[in-house]
């Protein structure tokens, strides 16, 4: 039973345009949600993150959106570069009920195509 | 600078056969998680550590142990290897339990 889903496993986007990578989950417990990019053969580094108090969260190029009510997070990446290319990870976390870790989501692969 | 590093990179071993990946951290962080990624199934959670002497079991632990004597490691042991086992382990930590988690290289284990 897959709590956090993203349902595209590779999305092509020409570069300078907008990227927008779509994340749902289940479990209604939780509260924090974060992004990771990741390079083949490195180990995953951090994006962006939100708080289930906000519905939007910004930082340079990158923006996520969450959307309670419809369980749904996106990811967009304003202009789109050819570093990029990576795979993104949406996770997610319940605050104070333990913290079991994060739940992953299986990931989509983004190629910037010049 | 601090860091997270995992040692081997990358292992190769026979079924049966009692291997340990290690997980050491400079950031002085409490919380450590092992994790698990195959294709098709993005990152699982194998145990976690929220200080000494503290571990707990994730999604996937059966046939994983963990120990933490010291804040900086977190040494992952499969007991007896197995054919699906073979996968990349994360090692990863976090200030607190829901702040954002730093990862370290990844060990790559094949299994025989």
């Known amino acids: 039973d897959q709590q956090v889903k993203q349902n595209s496993p590779s999305l092509s986007v020409q570069e300078g345009r907008i990227s927008i990578l779509n994340c749902d989950y289940t479990?209604?417990?939780?509260?924090?949600f974060l992004w990771y990019k990741k390079y083949p053969a490195e180990g995953p580094t951090f994006l962006i993150s939100i708080s289930s108090i906000k519905d939007k969260n910004e930082d340079g190029r990158f923006t996520v959106f969450l959307n309670k009510s419809a369980k749904h997070l996106s990811l967009h990446i304003v202009p789109s570069q050819p570093g990029d290319s990576a795979v993104y990870f949406c996770?997610?976390?319940?605050?104070?009920?333990?913290?079991?870790?994060?739940?992953f989501g299986k990931g989509t692969h983004l190629i910037i195509q010049p | 600078d601090a860091e997270i590093t995992q040692s081997p990179r990358h292992k190769i071993t026979e079924t049966g056969r009692q291997v340990t990946l290690a997980c050491h951290q400079t950031?002085?962080?409490?919380?450590m998680f092992w994790y698990r990624q195959d294709l098709g199934h993005g990152l699982r959670l194998i145990h976690y550590?929220?200080?000494?002497?503290?571990?707990n079991k994730g999604e996937v632990s059966d046939g994983y142990s963990v120990s933490r004597s010291n804040t900086e490691d977190l040494p992952l042991t499969l007991e007896s290897a197995a054919s699906s086992q073979t996968s990349v382990y994360f090692c990863?930590?976090?200030?607190?339990?829901?702040?954002?988690?730093?990862f370290g290289p990844g060990t790559r284990l094949t299994v025989t």
């Open positions: 550590s929220y200080g000494v002497q503290d571990t």
């Open positions: 950031w002085n962080h409490n919380n």
């Open positions: 996770a997610a976390s319940a605050v104070g009920g333990g913290a079991d870790g994060l739940t």
């Open positions: 479990n209604s417990m939780f509260d924090y």
């Open positions: 990863a930590s976090s200030e607190s339990a829901i702040s954002e988690q730093y």
